[in-house]
C-alpha cells in the first residue's frame, strides 16, 4: 500500500492542466515503443496513469474496510491527506487521451499523424534491425515501431474496449510496427488469435517462439530473451488456448493452427494442476482432484467433475 501511494503520487505530480485543451496532460514521456522518446501524451502513459490513480483509491479503501488500524498506520507513515483522495480523482476524471476522429483509432501520441505513415514492407533487408542500420534521428523521426504500444494498453484492458475497436488499433498499428522487441510478437500473436486472424496470429507465435534461435534482431550475442521464452508460452495458452481468467474463473476459448494436430497446457487452477488438451474440433479439460472445478468454455459456464474430463468443441479461426 505504500508502494502504492508513491506511484499514485508521482502520476499526481507528473501531469499538468493544459488550459488549452482544459484537460490534464503529460509532456515529455516514452511509451511503451522505445523507438519514440520525449513525446507528449502517449495515449498508453496517460491511460496507464488514470488507472493507477483509481487502483491505489480503490485499495486503500479495500485495506480500511478490513483493517481500520492497518490504514490509519499507513497513513500516519506516509503523511497521507486525504484530501490527495480527491486530486487523484479530478485527474483520472479528466485525463487527456489523443484519437482520430477521421481514422476512428487512438493516437499513440499526439502528432503521430504527421509522420510519413507507410508499412514495414517498404523497407529493404538491408534497414534491419533499424536501430543498428539507421540513425536514431531517422528512427525517432519515423512512424515505425518497435514494439506493441497502443495495442500494449489494449491487451492490458481489454474489457474497455470493444472487438471492433480493437481491430481498428490493430490494422492500423501492427503493420508498422517491426516486431524489434523481444517484448512485441507475442502481444501481437495473443491479439491476432483474438481476432481470428490465423495467419499473423502463427507468424507472430513463431517469431517469438524462434527470436534467439533465428536471431531476428541479430543481439544473441549479448544473451538470450527471457521474455520471448515466456511470449511463447502466452502465446500458445493465452493465445491460442484463449485463457483469460476474470473475476477469479477459468475462461477458455481455443483454436488450432491449421497446420498443428494438437496442443496441450497445464494450469494450476484453484489449487488443482488441470490440462487442458486442444486436438481437431474438440477441447478436453481434464481433473484429476477429488473435487468439482467449474470454468467457462466458449462463454459458457460449465463444471468438470472430480476424476473426470469435459470435453468441448473448438471455435475455429473460419467461423468464429
Not at 49 to 61: G, N, P, V
Not at 216 to 241: C, P, Q, R
Request: charged letters at 25%; hydrophobic letters at 40%.
Amino acid at each position: 500500500m505504500e508502494v502504492l501511494i508513491g506511484i499514485a503520487r508521482f502520476w499526481a505530480q507528473r501531469v499538468n492542466w493544459s488550459a488549452a485543451k482544459n484537460q490534464y496532460v503529460m509532456l515529455g514521456v516514452t511509451g511503451p515503443n522505445e523507438y519514440e522518446n520525449n513525446v507528449n501524451n502517449n495515449w498508453y502513459t496517460n491511460y496507464i496513469a488514470a488507472w493507477c490513480l483509481r487502483y491505489c483509491k480503490e485499495s486503500m479503501d479495500y485495506v480500511k474496510a478490513i483493517d481500520s488500524d492497518r490504514f490509519n498506520a499507513i497513513l500516519q507513515k506516509t503523511k497521507f491527506d486525504i484530501a490527495e483522495w480527491d486530486k487523484w480523482q479530478e485527474i483520472a476524471d479528466n485525463m487527456y487521451y489523443p484519437v482520430s476522429e477521421e481514422k476512428n483509432i487512438i493516437l499513440q501520441q499526439e502528432g503521430f499523424l504527421d509522420k510519413d505513415l507507410r508499412p514495414v514492407t517498404s523497407l529493404g533487408e538491408g534497414d534491419y534491425p533499424l536501430c543498428q542500420n539507421w540513425s536514431w534521428d531517422r528512427i525517432l523521426r519515423s512512424c515505425f515501431i518497435k514494439q506493441a504500444d497502443v495495442l500494449q494498453g489494449i491487451y492490458f484492458f481489454e474489457d474497455d474496449f470493444s472487438s471492433e475497436d480493437l481491430e481498428r488499433n490493430f490494422d492500423f498499428y501492427e503493420p508498422m510496427t517491426v516486431h524489434e522487441s523481444s517484448l512485441s510478437p507475442c502481444v501481437h500473436a495473443i491479439l491476432a488469435a483474438k481476432l481470428n486472424k490465423e495467419e499473423k496470429a502463427y507468424e507472430m507465435y513463431v517469431r517469438t517462439a524462434r527470436l534467439d534461435l533465428d536471431d531476428y534482431n541479430n543481439d544473441t550475442e549479448d544473451g538470450l530473451h527471457i521474455t520471448s521464452m515466456a511470449g511463447t508460452w502466452m502465446s500458445v495458452v493465452k493465445g491460442f488456448g484463449g485463457m483469460r481468467m476474470k473475476d477469479s474463473c477459468l475462461h477458455l476459448n481455443p483454436m488450432l493452427p491449421a497446420n498443428w494436430n494438437s496442443f496441450a497446457f497445464k494450469l494450476l487452477y484453484k489449487g488443482v494442476l488441470i490440462t487442458i488438451k486442444v486436438a481437431a474440433d474438440t477441447c478436453v479439460v481434464s481433473n484429476p482432484s477429488e473435487q468439482t472445478l467449474e470454468f467457462f468454455a466458449n462463454g459458457e459456464c460449465v463444471q468438470v467433475g472430480a476424476g473426470s474430463d469435459y470435453s468441448f468443441k473448438l471455435k475455429s479461426f473460419e467461423n468464429a
